[in-house]
């Protein structure tokens, strides 16, 4: 005999039970106990046919490869560059991931990205000990200047993006700026001033709301009465 | 974190800031709530923005300093705790703490905003001494003003508290009406310099920007009583100026606030 305990999007707390019976599977952020199904997070419940998974309400940013993040650059090494990522751990970025033109043994490195400078990097490969590899190689990645840099909860992050990017779109659209979300939850706008503030001020609020559903109406309304 | 220097520093030029507001134009809320703790002789609240800063005044006997047998005294502790901002660390206090408690301090005393002679009892043996403690709640900027505001709240609430006439021993459960003997009523406003240009109230972002800082303290007639510099960019005496004018319009705006606040 199995049973759900909970229902889809429930808020749980950590330790509180979901499942009894063998016959549903844990999924991310849940563990087993004989045979109950615990919440390690607090989050939202999704069922998705046997296997229940718990999406977190916050939590740190953990670093995965392909991801797409804004870091900020902390040191400046022989062959290239540390950068802060909004994680426990600093990333790497090599000279030669950084620029596609030859760049000569005696040149300053300060002159491609000096120390402060925030960049759009993705990350190329994460080792086991969480030493972050990156690259700037990509069109779409370079070094920020102008615009503003916000940071939100890095878990509201696919919320801010929406589905297949429906959300920043509508943001970009009504605002007219230029949008680029990290992964690690620093988002970079660019704009007019009064459009970066709009942009930012949607985004503080998807942030506080995405628990909620109707978000991209939410959003509409929003952004059009301001309009 | 420092992020947006220089879009800060941009905007400015333009007269212009990241959350649209005026240049010299104070964040809302200002929120100022008293007597929030029954174990201190005066306490109180103010929230500006985001800004959160508790104050608490202390009153106790203590034997005179032996070059002011006369007096009482006055001491201002500011703690920075690590729940207000992820920057703050628990321990010693930090420089930016000493920096906090020594500028309210400064205003209070150099305006002689407490008659000390007041406060003493019996010279040379007996003087009610006044600890003024500032919490940091949170900071969203401009610890500095509020924590001002907060200390001059707590100071204008403060009751004495029940002292046996035979015994000397103090009962701090319960309050006389007798106020604390305020003569002036001193208020720090901070003016930021950014890219050459003048502003109030900073955020944390801004300030961060900043080149250079003049903290005014000024009583409710505009009588100047402290001035802290701050920032590494040196000031010129026109700016000085031009800064100590605007301190002293916005310290009549934030007294106005505070008085609302106090009567209600």
């Not at chain 2, 010299?24 to 929230?47: D, H, M």
């Not at chain 2, 002036?184 to 972002?205: A, F, M, R, S, W």
């Not at chain 2, 000031?235 to 934030?254: C, P, Q, R, Y």
């Amino acid at each position: 005999m199995s049973e759900l305990l909970v229902q889809e999007r429930n808020v749980v707390v950590p330790g509180e039970a979901l499942a009894q019976g063998m016959d549903f599977l844990p999924g991310d952020n849940t563990y087993r106990e004989k045979d109950q199904i615990y919440s390690k997070v607090l989050g939202l419940v999704s069922v998705s046919g046997r296997v229940i998974k718990i999406t977190p309400l916050s939590g740190p940013y953990l670093p995965k490869t392909e991801d797409k993040i804004i870091a900020r650059v902390i040191d400046i090494t022989i062959s290239g560059w540390r950068f802060e990522t909004a994680t426990a751990y600093s990333a790497m970025l090599n000279v030669r991931d950084a620029t596609t033109r030859f760049v000569k043994k005696e040149e300053d490195l300060s002159q491609i990205l000096s120390i402060g400078d925030y960049a759009v990097v993705k990350i190329v490969n994460v080792t086991s000990q969480n030493l972050i590899d990156l690259t700037m190689k990509e069109p779409g990645l370079r070094r920020i200047s102008g615009g503003r840099i916000i940071s939100i909860n890095s878990q509201k992050v696919p919320r801010v993006i929406g589905r297949q990017g429906s959300m920043i779109t509508l943001i970009k659209d009504k605002t007219g700026c230029d949008i680029t979300v990290g992964q690690n939850g620093l988002i970079w706008i660019k704009g007019t001033s009064e459009g970066e503030l709009k942009a930012e001020k949607a985004i503080k609020l998807i942030e506080a709301k995405a628990h909620l559903e109707g978000l991209t109406e939410k959003m509409e309304r929003f952004l059009g009465e301001s309009a | 974190m420092i992020v947006n220097k220089e879009t800060i520093a941009e905007l400015a030029k333009e007269n212009k800031r990241l959350d649209n507001r005026a240049l010299t134009e104070f964040r809302q809320p200002i929120l100022v709530e008293t007597n929030i703790s029954w174990t201190a002789e005066g306490s109180a609240r103010v929230q500006i923005g985001e800004t959160v800063v508790m104050a608490g005044v202390k009153l106790s006997l203590e034997k005179p300093y032996n070059d002011t047998p006369d007096e009482g005294g006055i001491m201002v502790n500011a703690e920075l705790s690590p729940i207000a901002s992820p920057e703050f660390e628990s321990g010693p206090p930090s420089i930016k703490a000493v920096e906090l408690a020594r500028v309210v301090d400064r205003g209070i005393r150099e305006a002689k905003a407490i008659d000390l002679k007041k406060l003493c009892l019996v010279p040379g043996e007996k003087a009610w001494f006044v600890i003024v403690d500032i919490i940091s709640l949170n900071d969203g900027g401009n610890l500095l003003d509020v924590a001002g505001m907060a200390a001059l709240a707590a100071l204008k609430t403060a009751r004495f508290p029940v002292v046996d006439p035979e015994t000397g021993a103090i009962d701090y459960k319960q309050k006389t009406d007798k106020s604390l003997p305020l003569t002036k009523e001193p208020l720090p406003i901070t003016i930021y310099k950014v890219n050459g240009v003048l502003l109030v109230d900073p955020t944390n972002e801004e300030e961060k920007a900043y080149e250079a800082r003049l903290t005014v303290g000024s009583d409710a007639k505009g009588t100047i009583s402290a001035l802290q510099k701050g920032g590494e960019v040196p000031l010129s005496i026109t700016e000085i100026g031009k800064m100590v004018d605007l301190a002293l319009e916005k310290a009549s705006f934030l007294r106005k606030e505070l008085n609302k606040a106090l009567k209600a």
